[in-house]
């Protein structure tokens, strides 16, 4: 005989939706998805992005003219305003969505329901005792429907929905608890969600940047104040908030116990701060490693520290080319700070400098080379080479304002000719070659690095966190469990059957089944020995 061919019906435009539909809202598919939003974030660290360093971009693409401008048409400088990062984090919020909907609403329907029947056979059961009540036990008017009803108001008081059962004249009761359990479950991937929600609106409408700012000197929440500025991807800097920071003082306590091997060692900066809001209300505050200050919404962090001395430059007429603090770089632990200083208004031809400063600074006894030999300024020293050219300050073109190109500079005083700088607070000033005036070390100023943070979508994220933190504990804790207690005549005696049974693991059912005996035993009056355990 023929075997008959089947064909398959053809699902159509609405199957296939309701199969797209069910295929992503499964938790294989959420976990994949956020799988794949984790490696769509790796070109984020990889490539140079745009909203915060677009130089860095287009040096990037010349570097490199053949793949430059297809990573650019692919959007791998754009990373996370992309096209396919964001249809990434979508599908995640709705297969998310879509497993917990349903999920909840299942759940729902179960708690609307009696706990299931009475099953016939115990003995299927993981957990069976058994409680024999012989007709001597003293036990006065202890019948069937008796027992179930101190059995029901047992499991009432442990917490159990219960549910009494009468068939065939044996009655019985089913009770469930651990219900919670579902609903920790449920509460912790709502939360992921908020989670998920919180991020994306610290990232759309959030910002950071950062500021050095130095002792004395005010600075104002303007775009055109910060060092560096990274907007959210929908974030609008004619928001930003324009109050003021002024660092009054900047301390730093030094490690001065004799013998330590930190001996000199920074251990603890305290920034005295000066805040003018909007409104025009002043307060004060005091800035701290891990203690942030909040204005208005926005963390102030301190991130860095360092010195910056205090130089003018004149002209060979007297006139002042340039004079305050220029922050220097510090690049080893005593402090020794890389100077850069360009003065493009000098008479004579531009100046630039560049060299370092040193806090407690002493020549070495071999080479004769200036270092420092402590963090702290106990003898301050300015060490400076010079050079007059064209700084190239006027091409329009962005400069490192902390790198020099001498390359096309003719050197004035260098340590190479044996001619170079060196200023401290008894020899601070020098005159400088070709008529180019002189330089004067006037002293110092601290100065402290700040990061500044606005993240509308923290508290979001913080809540979020919490609430899905305790979803968690209320899952993995909290036991689903199911209890059947039957009572009926054998012969003389009663017979009291119960099983226990768990949804998932649960190694505490056995102390469970146990516990109940301990109860049925007391209530009834039962001495140990009389409970079996079948």
């Known amino acids: 005989m023929a075997k008959k061919e089947t064909t398959a019906t053809a699902l159509g435009p609405m199957g296939m939706l309701r199969w797209a539909w069910t295929q992503l809202t499964k938790m294989n598919t959420a976990l994949f998805l956020l799988l794949m939003l984790a490696v769509a974030a790796v070109p984020g660290s990889i490539f140079p992005q745009r909203i915060q360093d677009p130089t860095k971009v287009s040096d990037y693409i010349e570097t490199h003219p053949t793949w430059g401008p297809i990573a650019d048409k692919i ?81 009432k008081k442990r917490h159990y929905r219960v549910d009494v059962q009468s068939i065939d004249g044996v009655y019985s009761v089913s009770a469930e608890r651990g219900y919670i359990r579902e609903i920790g479950n449920i509460i912790f991937h709502v939360a992921m969600i908020g989670v998920l929600i919180g991020v994306a609106v610290g990232s759309l409408f959030g910002y950071r940047g950062q500021k050095i700012l130095v002792e004395g000197d005010t600075f104002v929440n303007s775009l055109i104040s910060f060092d560096s500025f990274t907007p ?120 630039g400098f560049v060299g370092m400063f040193l806090p407690t600074g002493e020549r070495d006894a071999t080479t004769n080379i200036p270092r420092s030999i402590d963090s702290e300024a106990l003898n301050p020293m300015l060490v400076l080479q010079s050079y007059t050219g064209d700084l190239g300050l006027d091409s329009g073109r962005p400069q490192n304002v902390y790198v020099l190109d001498t390359n096309t500079l003719k050197p004035l005083n260098t340590m190479a000719t044996g001619n170079g700088i060196v200023l401290d607070a008894a020899n601070n000033t020098v005159d400088l070659p070709e008529g180019h005036g002189k330089v004067t070390f006037e002293g110092y100023k ?69 516990k109940l005996t301990d109860i049925f035993a007391a209530r009834w009056g039962l001495e140990f020995s009389e409970a079996d355990d079948a």
């Open 232 to 351: 959210g991807t929908n974030y609008n800097p004619d928001w930003l908030d324009p109050y003021t920071v002024t660092l009054n003082k900047f301390d730093v306590e030094y490690d001065r116990q004799q013998g330590s091997h930190t001996y000199g060692d920074d251990l603890d900066y305290t920034a005295d701060l000066s805040f003018q809001e909007t409104d025009g209300t002043t307060d004060q505050a005091t800035l701290k490693v891990n203690d942030p200050v909040n204005v208005n919404g926005t963390n102030l962090y301190l991130s860095g520290n360092g010195y910056a001395p205090i130089i003018k430059v004149e002209n060979s007429d007297g006139s002042v080319a340039y004079e305050g603090p220029v922050v220097g770089l510090t690049s080893d632990g005593k402090y020794t700070s890389s100077i850069v200083l360009k003065v493009p208004d000098a008479k004579n031809g531009q100046l």
């Open 446 to 514: 601290r100065y402290v690095g700040l990061d500044v943070h606005y993240d509308p979508g923290k508290k979001i994220v913080l809540w979020s966190f919490i609430v899905a933190f305790c979803g968690l504990i209320i899952s993995l804790f909290v036991p689903r469990r199911r209890v059947w207690v039957r009572a009926q005549s054998a012969g003389s005696d009663l017979l009291v059957e119960y099983g226990l049974l768990a949804r998932g693991e649960d190694p505490r059912l056995a102390d469970e089944a146990d």
């Open 75 to 155: 959007q791998l400088f754009d990373v996370f305003s992309s096209v396919w990062f964001a249809a990434i984090y979508i599908l995640l919020f709705i297969s998310l969505i879509g497993c917990v909907i349903p999920r909840a609403n299942q759940h729902y329907k179960a708690l609307r329901k009696k706990p299931a029947k009475t099953p016939k056979n115990f003995d299927r059961l993981p957990v069976h005792r058994t409680l024999t009540i012989p007709s001597s036990a003293g036990v006065e008017d202890l019948s069937s429907e008796q027992a179930i009803t101190d059995a029901t108001a047992v499991l």
